[in-house]
């Protein structure tokens, strides 16, 4: 089962459309404004609990520890560990699947799960789940 890649750019409003259970490269996610993109780890967090939750629960816990990340940080610490990491996304694309979009505090925000590495076919396609 090929994952669906919609993420559709209306070019002419700089507006793009997530819908859950689209997949989104990462490198598209990046550049998302005015809503926030928050990267899980876990998908049964991503899945069943809300960002305002999570926030909460992980407050004490070191943005390194927490089992999601903002996106802009995520990127950062991957560029910092590897100066080819985006040259590497232009060879194999990270799909970020989006799980949830919802409001936290007058902010929207797209909730986005990482794929574990074995998920990640590196001919160039996800694999199946």
């Known amino acids: 089962m090929k994952a669906r890649f919609i993420c559709a750019h209306i070019i002419s409003t700089g507006m793009t459309r997530y819908m859950v259970g689209d997949f989104c490269d990462i490198r598209t996610l990046e550049h998302v404004t005015p ?14 609990s809300t960002y305002a939750k999570d926030l909460a629960t992980h ?12 996106i802009s ?26 799980v949830g979009i919802e409001e936290h505090e007058g902010v929207s925000y797209i909730k986005g799960l990482l794929p574990f590495l074995d998920e990640v076919d590196f001919e160039g396609e996800e694999s199946e789940s």
């Open 35 to 48: 809503e926030r993109v928050i990267l899980y780890f876990e998908p049964e967090l991503a899945q069943n």
């Open 73 to 98: 940080e995520f990127l950062s610490f991957q560029r910092e560990m590897s100066p080819m990491f985006d040259d590497s996304l232009a060879v194999v694309p990270l799909m970020i699947e989006i």
């Open 59 to 70: 407050a004490d816990i070191p943005v390194h520890m927490c089992p999601f990340i903002e």
